[in-house]
């Protein structure tokens, strides 16, 4: 592993100790959320680097946005209430609770 991917793997594990072993990683997105009562899509405060990774405890794997903008990072665990659509370039999802 290189050691770009070892710091970045270290830092993960700062948050969450299960973190194992990480899958891709991706430069540079930013995160837009759905208003339906505006029918529009909005741009949040989180953008920055995607990592997706393995976890040694369930749920077995996950994705973060390391933050850019602020501390607040996005932290989405890759379970059976996850769903996932690709929309080139655009990769759209919508968890458990319909965020």
């Not at 837009?32 to 995607?50: D, H, Q, R, V």
């Not at 997706?52 to 932290?75: D, K, Q």
Request: net charge negative.
């Amino acid at each position: 592993m290189e050691t770009a991917s070892k710091m970045s793997l270290a830092a993960l594990q700062q948050q969450d100790p299960y973190i194992n072993k990480l899958l891709d990683v991706t430069g540079q997105v930013a995160l837009y959320t759905f208003n339906s009562k505006a029918n529009e899509w909005e741009k949040t405060e989180i953008e920055g680097t995607l990592f997706v990774y393995a976890r040694s405890a369930s749920p077995h794997h996950g994705f973060t946005i390391m933050n850019r903008l602020s501390t607040e990072n996005l932290v989405e665990p890759i379970n059976k209430d996850l769903e996932f659509q690709l929309q080139d370039p655009f990769l759209l999802y919508r968890n458990a609770n319909c965020e």
